[in-house]
């Protein structure tokens, strides 16, 4: 199975040195938790920075600090305060996390801060390569690592690699005012796997991915050159039951007791978040501020308890929210308060397991509404703990990722403070019947999808990617093989070659006309049909054929099988009429209207709208649209409809490139057959062919085709060997 290799910015266990002694403690979050099933499936091994600076321990205690996690499977990468500052606090924070939650305006980029951020992820590289071995899994984590996966690619080809986001992919609108963002996208397609917590990100990440690199996908599968990299949503869960029965430890029963006594009948708004300003703090304080003004009746009647968890305290930024919203909590409790009620309490710190379980199961409404959030565990950390009681509410932002999965929430647009502040009201006033109903809907999807699940799950997709790799690794053409064609090429005494001709002897060109033969081209082409029959089968018009090949003893099929040349005369193979062309070719010209940089190529059985020129995202959607209203159109005009490359072609459904090569194989009997081709109008070719001939796909893809090549310049290499070995 080859062991696994979990990569994180951080270790499950955290360093630290208090009084000039080292001290280790485990972290309790949820990657930690989640990851911890997967463990027992697999030999692991956990590699991240270990939290203590690199200068702070000397060479010794380096030594002991690896003896100590090597125990716990972990390998510690060492990291020095300047990395630290450019690489995490520099572009991690203060580029990635801005830009990727839509605060691009906070976005701060310097050089120096990515020239960092690549070598602290070539630092983790290569610790890696000490340890990992042909047929291992690496499994890498978040932002701090984007350019990790391509590294470990360009080291070693026989690692199954994924990789997780666990915050938002922003649209390709704003993903691409990030100065790096090619390198950041071909550092994460290094991976075989990508993965976010919905399917927004994923289609994000694709979209950015086909506009600025320009790779093709299909149902979540980027096809690049080489290989496959599957895009997928895995939706984070957490430990349902630690929160679930935490109110099975007599210390956390007996505080939750006392603080229901000293609450008494006053309802409870619950806020936890880290102190960051995607959270949406100061617009949930403004909200609670509206409804007290709105709804005076609940003055006395209701607390909100804020907690907020500090983080980042020395940037800018972080400065200016604790302020803003240490004013807000002033405020409100200046100008509502009491002297035996304050409307907010202000807890300015982070909070363990057991006080933040007593919270959630004291609350009768939970707050989390993030500007823009990956996940938020927050949401799902209060409804498992409000498994005993079923009742609560919780008021979730449209703009987390939990949102997806827990539509039956309270949902609210968190930058409308009027919404939120209506939404707060019907909380407080829904019924426990009510309650119980959504809630036990919730429950019940999160007591499926738990953490464990969740890394189980993206596990499972690894190990397919894996057996894919294997599929398509058995089609690659090796030596043996290509010493075995040439071989039997060389002892044959009669050979047939079929040879599709865009993307398998040419390159695509931006407009068919200019994908004309070169002279390397024509010369292999004349030297093989001196020695075999060789059949250009091509979906070209016959005249352009002509034109291209009517100097060198090729044999033509021109329009996927409409026509072909034999004995220096073009004949059908049986009869057709054109007639429907008026019907479909006004349809071609409106989308040829709507959709810029397309075109139509009108051959004399065949009609063909490119859209190789076009923009990706309207092309994509136009071409489903123009596909469905011809398949609509020609159901009784005994016309197909197929999809090629860049390209949707009607024409007769009795015509195919497998009754052209039928026609060819019928004559006589060959000692050697061969096909190459590269899209789907190919397959019928690979179909009809024998089933001891050699047939070779052009690209990635699923194909009927023995064997795969990546390009043309390939397929030139193996012909020109071909005409070399008859000599």
Sequence with gaps: M?????????????????????TFVPSVGGLATGLGSIYKRFESVWVGWPGINKEDISLEEREIVEEHLSKENCVPVFLSSPEVGAYYYGFCNKTIWPLFHYFYLYMDYTNDYFEEYKRVNRKFCEKILNIAQEGDFIWVHDYHLM?????????MENVTIGFFLHIPFPSYEVYRLLPPRTEILEGLLGADLVGFHTYDYALHFISSVMYLLGYEHSFGEITL??????????????????????????????DYA????????????????????????????????????????????????LVGVPTRTGVEH?????????????????????????????LY???PFHNLSVLYSVADVALVTPLRDGMNLIAKEYLASKDRFKTGVLVLSEFAGASKELGEALLVNPNDVEELCEKLKEALDMTE?????????????????????????????????????????????????????????????????FLDYDGTLVPFASRPERAVPDNELKGILEALSNISDVVIISGRDRHTLDKWFSNINVHLVAEHGVWTKENGKWVMIEPLSNQWKEQVKPILELFVDRT?????????????????????????????ELKNTLLQLVANLNLGVTEGNKVIEVKDVRINKGRAVSHWLSKREWDFVFAVGDDVTDEDMFAALPDDAFSIKVGLGHTKARFIVESHLQVRKLLKSFAESVR
């Excluded at 080859?2 to 951080?10: A, E, M, Q, Y």
């Excluded at 200016?320 to 907010?344: A, F, H, S």
């Excluded at 058995?474 to 005494?493: L, R, T």
């Excluded at 397309?598 to 489903?624: G, N």
Aim: aromatic share 10%.
């Design 2 to 22: 080859g062991k696994l290799i979990i990569v994180s910015n951080r270790l499950p266990i955290s360093v630290s040195k208090k009084r000039g002694r080292l």
């Design 433 to 497: 019947s009510e309650q119980i109903e959504r809630n036990s809907i919730m429950q019940w999807r999160l007591k499926r999808y738990t953490v464990s699940r969740w890394a189980n799950d993206f596990m499972d997709s690894m190990l397919d990617m894996r057996e894919l790799k294997k599929d398509f690794a058995g089609k690659k053409i090796d030596v043996s093989v290509y010493d075995n064609m040439i071989s039997q090429f060389k002892k044959a005494d009669s050979r047939i070659l």
């Design 258 to 305: 006392r603080l229901k006594r000293r609450l008494g009948n006053v309802k409870v708004i619950l806020s936890v978040d880290r102190l960051d300003y995607t959270k949406g703090i100061p617009q949930r304080l403004e909200a609670f501020d509206l409804f007290l003004e709105r709804y005076p009746e609940y003055a006395e009647k209701v607390t909100m308890i």
């Design 225 to 254: 050159k080489d290989r496959f990299v599957k895009v997928d949503a895995f939706p984070m869960g957490i430990d349902y039951d630690r929160f679930a029965k935490a109110l099975d430890d007599p210390r956390i029963s007996k």
């Design 596 to 624: 810029p940089g397309t075109f139509i190529e009108e051959k004399e059985f065949s009609l063909a709208w490119h859209y190789r020129m076009a923009d990706p995202d309207l092309a994509a959607k136009r071409s489903r």
């Design 318 to 346: 972080y400065m200016m929210l604790k302020k803003q919203v240490d004013e807000l909590v002033g405020k409100i409790n200046g100008k509502y308060g009491t002297v035996g009620w304050n409307p907010i309490y202000y």
């Design 349 to 351: 710190r982070s909070l």
């Design 147 to 155: 350019l990790l996966p391509k590294m470990l690619r360009d080291a």
